[in-house]
């Protein structure tokens, strides 16, 4: 009797079991749901016995979710119902209402604009690359999953922007060419508070930054803000030394010694000025995409937050009035082309360190017919060239310029010296210099072969030296720990010969 009775409990208890997902009740949700793929099954109930049909194309959209039912989400387009699908294959993000508050958007001009939050590729609306710099209100805002999406009406339909379409920056989307209010005080203020002293050089330049815009018509608060961004604050060498805010010629091979060098800062802003309107800009420009630094960011910089950036410095510095903007007119006028600089900083100017010079009367002699180039530069103008067996002296070395590889295991230096008047440059595979190394890193100078010996002076990185020869040989010595030291004369201390350990020397 009572084996029957735990037999009749059993079965009961696994038909509830068997009934629950069918017999569960529907609950509200508020989802985004996308098909795993297309070979799940759609049921027309929430049931595993119910009639059903496999996914196909359908696995190609996104689904609003508002009802569940155990384990099984209902799938809707818009107001209508499509089915119902197992928990297991779906992947759900839940959504939240950030925002109901209209708000301005600009379009960067990347992403698509979609039929549906977290939207697909079959469900793009609008290629927003054609939308650079359109303004958008924003009717809602809300978090699906870890991302911010917004809604907004476009061409008579809403559809759903991904957060990294737009951007809240009115100064990413305003027109270049219309001037700005900023005072050189405000300026000033704004370089202050952010912990620059009177003595920054864009701090000194501030009522260049006006002038330029006067001279240009180009926007004097998105002069600075790029200068900012460009030179770290006004910290990079080639601001410092070439007033040239904006990186023009500064290679990656040679970033400080190629870079060009203007005499004023005045001189090298309004050399940017006329560059970016002619180029980027004017209606005509060679990489035009509209007047507007969300429209340049298009072909100037590769990273695609640039304008924002730029947009969000100029915010700092004084706030967006789009009223004020809005009255008024975008300059018009036609720039004369500016003067053209080279890269060389006169003698009298200040010399970065990174140029250093060489030891006194380092001559070299030329292996082959040698090339003398205007930059060191692999694409730069030839000055002219020498003669095999020519004597040169070497001025100087700069430690920025990058090395070139002539074969998988030997790379050549560049060397500037002088030649008719002016720089020109050689590199050290078409020359002799037996005399000639360099410091690989910083070390010690000792008295003799041997750390042992007294500390003469440091042997600083990139530093060129100069072996002491005796009998055409180089002077070297193997000290106690069979380590090999070479004898020489360094920039450090010149007049006097100085041991230095082989690890830290290299030749050309």
Not at 475 to 489: H, L, M, P, T
Request: charged share 20%; proline share 4%; aromatic share 12%.
């Amino acid at each position: 009797m009572k084996s029957w009775l735990l037999a009749l409990s059993l079965a009961v208890c696994c038909m509830a079991v068997l009934g629950t997902t069918a017999n569960a009740k529907e609950k509200k949700t508020n989802q985004i749901a996308q098909l795993t793929s297309s070979n799940v099954f759609i049921y027309k109930k929430a049931d595993a016995k119910a009639a059903k049909s496999k996914a196909g194309k359908r696995a190609d959209v996104s689904y609003y979710v508002r009802r569940y039912n155990g384990q099984f989400y209902r799938i809707e387009q818009g107001s209508k119902t499509i089915g119902w699908v197992k928990k297991a294959d779906l992947k759900l993000s839940n959504r939240k209402t950030i925002s109901l508050k209209p708000q301005v958007k600009y379009i960067i001009g990347l992403q698509h604009a979609y039929a549906m939050p977290l939207g697909r590729e079959s469900e793009v609306v609008y290629d927003l690359s054609q939308y650079v710099a359109k303004k958008m209100t924003m009717v809602q805002q809300e978090t699906i999953g870890d991302t911010n999406w917004y809604k907004g009406k476009m061409g008579g339909k809403y559809v759903w922007f991904p957060e990294d379409a737009v951007t809240m920056y009115g100064y990413a989307a305003v027109d270049l060419h219309k001037a700005s209010s900023i005072s050189a005080k405000e300026m000033r203020a704004f370089l202050l508070s952010k912990g620059k002293t009177p003595d920054n050089i864009l701090y000194k330049l501030a009522p260049s930054f006006i002038e330029a815009q006067k001279d240009t018509g180009i926007n004097a608060q998105f002069m600075l803000a790029h200068a900012i961004l460009e030179t770290g604050w006004g910290n990079s060498v080639i601001a410092q030394y070439k007033n040239n805010f904006f990186g023009y010629q500064a290679y990656d091979s040679c970033p400080v010694t190629c870079a060009k060098y203007f005499p004023t800062g005045t001189k090298g802003l309004d050399y940017y000025a006329y560059k970016i309107h002619t180029n980027y800009l004017a209606k005509n420009g060679l990489y035009y995409n509209g007047p507007s630094a969300l429209g340049m960011n298009v072909r100037y910089a590769s990273d695609r937050t640039w304008a924002q950036k730029i947009a969000n410095l100029m915010e700092q510095m004084k706030p967006y009035n789009e009223a004020e903007y809005k009255k008024k007119k975008a300059t018009t006028m036609a720039l004369k082309p500016p003067s053209e600089y080279d890269h060389v900083i006169p003698t009298k100017k200040q010399q970065p360190i990174h140029f250093k010079a060489m030891p006194d009367d380092m001559m070299a002699t030329t292996t082959v017919a040698t090339t003398v180039y205007a930059m060191p530069y692999t694409y730069a103008r030839a000055l002219g060239s020498y003669a095999p067996k020519k004597k040169v002296e070497l001025v100087a070395y700069h430690s920025d310029v990058r090395d070139v590889s002539i074969s998988p295991t030997k790379t050549a230096r560049w060397y500037r010296i002088d030649y008719k008047g002016t720089q020109g440059w050689v590199r050290s595979d078409k020359l002799s210099t037996p005399t000639l190394g360099f410091i690989t890193q910083t070390t010690t100078a000792h008295s003799n072969a041997g750390s042992k010996y007294s500390k003469v002076s440091n042997a600083l990185a990139y530093s060129p030296l100069e072996f002491v020869m005796k009998n055409n040989k180089k002077v070297s010595k193997i000290d106690s720990k069979k380590a090999k030291w070479y004898k020489v004369y360094l920039p450090e201390a010149p007049k006097k010969a100085v041991w230095v350990k082989s690890t830290f020397i290299k030749t050309y």
